[in-house]
Every structure is written in C-alpha cells, then in structure tokens.
C-alpha cells in the first residue's frame, strides 16, 4: 500500500493546477486510507474504503491526463519530423519495428523468411497507424472518463475547502486551540476567528475554479479522445491528415497551457463560457 498521495513531476500549467487539487484531497486520502485489518470492518469502513478507491483514480487521472497529451504531442512531433507525415511511411516504419521485436503472422512473411516490405494491405497496416498510437485499444482511465464521473472529486475539493485544520484538531481535542500567522511586519501574531472565515471563502473561490478546470479538462479529453479513436477506426487512418493532427496537438497543448480558448472546442462555439479560462 502507497504511503503518500504522488505529485505530478511538472512545471506545466495544468500540472501545477492537479497538483494543487491533489494537495487539497490528501487529508481526505489520509483519514479513509486503512491501517489495520480492522480497519476494513463495518459498514463506515466500507463507506471508507470506497472513498479511498476513488481518491486512488482521481490521483490517477490527474496523472495520466497530464501525461496522455505530452504523449500525443510527442507522438505527432515524432510523424512530422521523422517520418515527413507521411501515413504511410510511419506505418509501414512502425510495422517493421513491430514484427523484428514480436514477430508476427505467416503472411507478414516471403518465403525466404524475410520481413515483407511490399504489397502491405491497410488491414495489415491498421494497427500501426499515427492513430492507433495516440489511440489506447484497452480498458483505460483517460478515454473511459466521463465528465460526470469526477463530480465526485469535485465535491470533495470544495468540502476540503469549508474544513480547516484548526477546526478538526479542536473538535478533536475539544479544547481551543491558538494558531499563528506572520504579519507583514514579519511578526508573528494570531490567527482571528475572522482571519480563519476569509481563509474558507478564499479557499472555497479556489476550489470551485479547481473544479471549473477539471470539467472543462475532461470534456475537452473526451471530444479529443473520441476524435482520436474515429480516425484511427475508419479510413481516416490512411490519409496524411496533416490538418487534423495539428489541430489535436494545438488542443492539446493548449490544454496543458490552460488556453482553454485556443482549442477547436472554444474558438468554434458561439456561445464561451468559463471566459477567465
């Protein structure tokens, strides 16, 4: 079992934005996380324990979210530099890199024993298009994510945000306890009832654009992941789609950037909302 809730290794703007929400569900991931056997027990642990299995994907999630567009970027720096996007070229390169580490088929093979290199079918290319490495032909949590399915996570941010940790420790103790701030005089002086009232408004202003983002993220991997996963399944796939693969490593990029307004989605709807974003 992990020890400690893991941070995204990222000075990108979107990765210091999940990081910030993964600070804010690390208590929660601390008071649901079991110690002991018994700690399973009872219908609270159970409660718990459901709890502590969804912390474990949203952390995964914010993870694999950062990481899945600088695989695409990457990947379509890789089709236009190195393989002069050319569909073809890229999918006949990544068949052969395939069959020399995996080997494959009889049909993939002359007589001789050697590798064919002509009279390659699209059927036999399919799988080693451009698409089909963005695309994940497997059960996986950034293309079976729905926006929907990190309300959750939202709600628990926003909770994060209306409990401090002075307040658990008094409840807790029951006794009054006396934090300290220091003032811009650098002196160190108490923490005011009020001081600790305008700390939850703040936070709660905070997670709720934490919360904006992270729906917006996932709706934009949505419509980026199906998109992906059209082309990679229909003869798209075997053209060189120079425009669309562009326009998917701008979205993504600007994703990453937080310049929701320079994806496809944004710059071609009438209507924009979210407009600080």
């Not at 050319?86 to 088929?105: H, M, Q």
Request: charged residues 25%; glycine residues 4%.
């Amino acid at each position: 079992m992990k020890h400690m809730i893991q941070h995204i290794e990222s000075n990108l703007p979107l990765a210091i934005v999940f990081n910030k929400v993964i600070s804010k569900i690390t208590t929660l991931w601390i008071m649901t996380r079991p110690r002991i056997f018994d700690d399973t027990k009872g219908e609270e642990a159970a409660f718990k324990m459901i709890t502590y299995y969804q912390i474990l994907l949203w952390e995964k999630w914010l993870h694999e979210v950062v990481k899945r567009l600088q695989e695409w970027i990457t990947t379509i720096d890789e089709y236009f530099d190195e393989f002069n996007g050319s569909w073809e070229y890229y999918a006949l390169s990544k068949r052969l890199d395939f069959l020399n580490e995996y080997g494959g088929d009889d049909e993939d093979y002359n007589p001789d024993g050697s590798i064919k290199t002509t009279g390659i079918t699209h059927e036999q290319l399919k799988y080693h298009t451009v698409f089909y490495d963005l695309y994940h032909e497997c059960v996986d949590i950034v293309q079976d994510t729905h926006p929907q399915n990190l309300y959750p996570l939202l709600n628990a941010i926003e909770a994060n945000s209306r409990v401090s940790v002075i307040d658990i420790l008094q409840k807790v103790s029951g006794k009054e306890i006396t934090a300290y701030t220091m003032g811009d005089d650098g002196q160190f002086r108490p923490v005011t009832f009020a001081d600790r009232e305008l700390h939850k408004v703040l936070e709660m202003v905070e997670a709720h654009d934490y919360g904006q983002i992270i729906i917006i993220v996932a709706m934009l991997m949505e419509q980026l992941t199906q998109c992906i996963e059209t082309a990679a399944k229909s003869e798209t796939a075997f053209l060189d789609n120079h425009d669309l693969l562009r326009a998917i490593q701008t979205d993504a990029k600007a994703i990453l950037s937080l310049n929701f307004k320079d994806t496809r989605h944004f710059r071609s709807s009438k209507t924009i909302c979210y407009d600080k974003f």
